[in-house]
């Protein structure tokens, strides 16, 4: 790491130091909240979570090579090198503030109510065609997961994706305090959080705070075709995406190949670039768009903006085609939101197939759950969906929203074991089976038993 001496955590954490002066000098290696990982000379964060105290393995990340901790409280009988603060998560945050500022390279945070890792994957992927990209490691995107991507930079690196989570008020202004990016994309506003931020114009004035510590020469990406980041006023130059027509960078000639993913003209200006997305569903058509233009603003190619796109591989549960020989599982169960469903939705009804979704509940949804459920629902409905499944206590919404919609073919199941029992029952040879719920729901063990028939 550069320039991480523990003097100089000290310093930038502004904690009281216990142990040895003649470590001061010394340097850390590496930085983990997670004592199995220690190794030698790391910086070991003791935090304090709902199911373990970080503090109870201080001694055990000495014993694996760690050179110093920083914690909340002094352990009896430690005379190792300990530096102790008021709250470990926000001196982490000091500490990352401290050390981004030691590299003079562009910055791009990402951040929107949807899509956020599939952009940053996308951005990333086009950038790395001409520079070493730093990127957040799958979406470590909160007051925890930010820093800890912050010191994974090195002096390699040229340029970084940051990917910037929030959930309240205030909170994209800390992770911005901290950042510091010379540039912002945004995804999308829609129905996140809802429970914190209110309705789409509160989502968007805590997203917008980003834009505070960005510099007035930076760029804001902005997906054009969401009606509520058209409101975003800033004054640094905004370029939209999208396929709205006044967009800056759009998109012509857009051909689908079903799960096979789908080949466009994405167009700015006088520049013309053919491209071709590996990876299914419509949405990212503005995944593509976003990552074009930032490449674009970096000078890329034409060539290298076209491969890195075709390079794209998504990760974790989002959007992944799985192909069993009897169906074809879409694994989109890593979240969910109203919005991000019907995306989904929308993507599921353009499948020439027999087309099943198995839908979850949505948390965080505040006050307005029941009906945002059962909007879904009729969606589904709406959609021509041919199975519609949901599962869980809220769904139940879902469910209703579809039948009263005209879906005669839906079903609802309290819990994922009963719906266990009858799955073997609904689904036929040759569906395409849409999986999505919030992460909560671990809809990850209904994506196995599918893969199981």
């Given at each position: 790491?550069?320039?991480?001496?523990?003097?100089?955590?000290?310093?930038?954490?502004?904690?009281?130091?216990?142990?040895?002066?003649?470590?001061?000098?010394?340097?850390?290696?590496?930085?983990?909240?997670?004592?199995?990982?220690?190794?030698?000379?790391?910086?070991?964060?003791?935090?304090?979570?709902?199911?373990?105290?970080?503090?109870?393995?201080?001694?055990?990340?000495?014993?694996?090579?760690?050179?110093?901790?920083?914690?909340?409280?002094?352990?009896?009988?430690?005379?190792?090198?300990?530096?102790?603060?008021?709250?470990?998560?926000?001196?982490?945050?000091?500490?990352?503030?401290?050390?981004?500022?030691?590299?003079?390279?562009?910055?791009?945070?990402?951040?929107?109510?949807?899509?956020?890792?599939?952009?940053?994957?996308?951005?990333?992927?086009?950038?790395?065609?001409?520079?070493?990209?730093?990127?957040?490691?799958?979406?470590?995107?909160?007051?925890?997961?930010?820093?800890?991507?912050?010191?994974?930079?090195?002096?390699?690196?040229?340029?970084?994706?940051?990917?910037?989570?929030?959930?309240?008020?205030?909170?994209?202004?800390?992770?911005?305090?901290?950042?510091?990016?010379?540039?912002?994309?945004?995804?999308?506003?829609?129905?996140?959080?809802?429970?914190?931020?209110?309705?789409?114009?509160?989502?968007?004035?805590?997203?917008?705070?980003?834009?505070?510590?960005?510099?007035?020469?930076?760029?804001?990406?902005?997906?054009?075709?969401?009606?509520?980041?058209?409101?975003?006023?800033?004054?640094?130059?905004?370029?939209?995406?999208?396929?709205?027509?006044?967009?800056?960078?759009?998109?012509?000639?857009?051909?689908?190949?079903?799960?096979?993913?789908?080949?466009?003209?994405?167009?700015?200006?006088?520049?013309?670039?053919?491209?071709?997305?590996?990876?299914?569903?419509?949405?990212?058509?503005?995944?593509?768009?976003?990552?074009?233009?930032?490449?674009?603003?970096?000078?890329?190619?034409?060539?290298?903006?076209?491969?890195?796109?075709?390079?794209?591989?998504?990760?974790?549960?989002?959007?992944?085609?799985?192909?069993?020989?009897?169906?074809?599982?879409?694994?989109?169960?890593?979240?969910?939101?109203?919005?991000?469903?019907?995306?989904?939705?929308?993507?599921?009804?353009?499948?020439?197939?027999?087309?099943?979704?198995?839908?979850?509940?949505?948390?965080?949804?505040?006050?307005?759950?029941?009906?945002?459920?059962?909007?879904?629902?009729?969606?589904?409905?709406?959609?021509?969906?041919?199975?519609?499944?949901?599962c869980g206590e809220l769904s139940a919404n879902t469910a209703e929203g579809a039948k009263k919609?005209?879906?005669?073919?839906?079903?609802?199941?309290?819990?994922?074991?009963?719906?266990?029992?009858?799955?073997?029952?609904?689904?036929?040879?040759?569906?395409?089976?849409?999986?999505?719920?919030?992460?909560?729901?671990?809809?990850?063990?209904?994506?196995?038993?599918?893969?199981?028939?």
């Amino acid at each position: 790491m550069k320039n991480l001496t523990i003097n100089n955590i000290i310093e930038a954490v502004k904690g009281k130091y216990h142990g040895d002066k003649a470590y001061l000098q010394k340097e850390i290696s590496f930085v983990t909240t997670d004592s199995r990982s220690a190794g030698a000379n790391c910086l070991f964060a003791a935090i304090k979570g709902e199911n373990s105290d970080g503090h109870d393995y201080i001694e055990a990340a000495f014993g694996k090579g760690a050179l110093c901790v920083i914690g909340e409280r002094v352990p009896e009988n430690c005379t190792s090198p300990l530096i102790v603060v008021e709250n470990t998560i926000e001196a982490l945050g000091d500490l990352a503030s401290f050390y981004r500022r030691q590299f003079d390279i562009p910055i791009l945070g990402i951040t929107g109510s949807v899509g956020k890792t599939t952009a940053k994957e996308m951005v990333s992927s086009v950038l790395s065609r001409r520079f070493n990209v730093h990127k957040t490691h799958k979406n470590l995107n909160n007051d925890l997961g930010v820093p800890l991507t912050l010191f994974g930079l090195d002096e390699s690196h040229d340029f970084a994706v940051i990917e910037m989570g929030i959930s309240h008020f205030g909170e994209m202004r800390r992770l911005a305090e901290i950042v510091r990016p010379d540039k912002a994309l945004y995804t999308m506003i829609g129905s996140a959080h809802l429970e914190f931020l209110g309705d789409f114009d509160g989502v968007l004035r805590a997203k917008s705070e980003m834009l505070e510590y960005l510099p007035e020469d930076g760029t804001v990406f902005v997906n054009g075709d969401n009606e509520t980041l058209r409101k975003i006023q800033c004054r640094q130059k905004i370029c939209r995406y999208g396929i709205s027509p006044d967009c800056d960078v759009t998109a012509e000639n857009i051909r689908l190949f079903g799960t096979d993913g789908m080949e466009l003209d994405i167009v700015s200006g006088g520049r013309r670039i053919p491209a071709k997305i590996n990876s299914y569903g419509v949405h990212m058509v503005a995944a593509a768009l976003g990552a074009a233009a930032v490449g674009m603003h970096m000078g890329l190619t034409d060539d290298e903006i076209s491969a890195g796109i075709a390079d794209y591989v998504p990760v974790g549960s989002r959007s992944g085609i799985i192909k069993t020989g009897k169906i074809t599982i879409i694994d989109d169960c890593y979240n969910a939101n109203p919005t991000s469903v019907a995306a989904a939705l929308d993507s599921l009804s353009m499948l020439d197939m027999r087309r099943v979704c198995i839908l979850g509940d949505m948390f965080e949804l505040g006050e307005s759950s029941a009906g945002l459920h059962y909007e879904t629902g009729r969606h589904a409905a709406q959609k021509h969906t041919d199975l519609i499944i949901a599962c869980g206590e809220l769904s139940a919404n879902t469910a209703e929203g579809a039948k009263k919609a005209g879906c005669s073919n839906a079903a609802y199941f309290k819990t994922k074991a009963e719906l266990f029992a009858k799955l073997s029952q609904l689904i036929r040879e040759g569906d395409a089976v849409l999986v999505k719920a919030s992460h909560g729901m671990h809809f990850e063990e209904i994506v196995e038993e599918l893969k199981k028939l």
